[in-house]
């Protein structure tokens, strides 16, 4: 899963992007991950692996997240 959030982020890099929701993200762990200059937010959602909040922040607006 490592890999695809890193293709995500270079994705977000090339379009400057700062702060992105996300969505059909199929983890059964809430948490955060780094992922180049973004931190990758995924809130537990149920147990089907729905209603969880997911998003990514590039680090220089952390702070404001």
């Known amino acids: 899963m490592k890999g695809s959030l890193t293709t995500a ?3 977000l890099v090339r ?3 700062e702060f992105v929701g996300v969505q ?3 983890w059964d762990k809430g948490g ?3 992922a ?3 931190n990758f937010f995924n809130g537990k959602g ?5 209603v969880g909040t997911r ?3 590039h680090h220089q607006i952390i702070s404001s997240v």
């Not at 149920?46 to 729905?50: A, G, I, K, P």
Request: aromatic fraction near 18%.
């Open 9 to 11: 982020a270079r994705e």
């Open 36 to 38: 180049g200059d973004y």
């Open 32 to 34: 955060t991950v780094r």
């Open 24 to 26: 059909e993200v199929r």
């Open 46 to 50: 149920n147990e089907n692996h729905q």
């Open 55 to 57: 998003f990514f922040a």
């Open 15 to 17: 379009y400057k992007l």
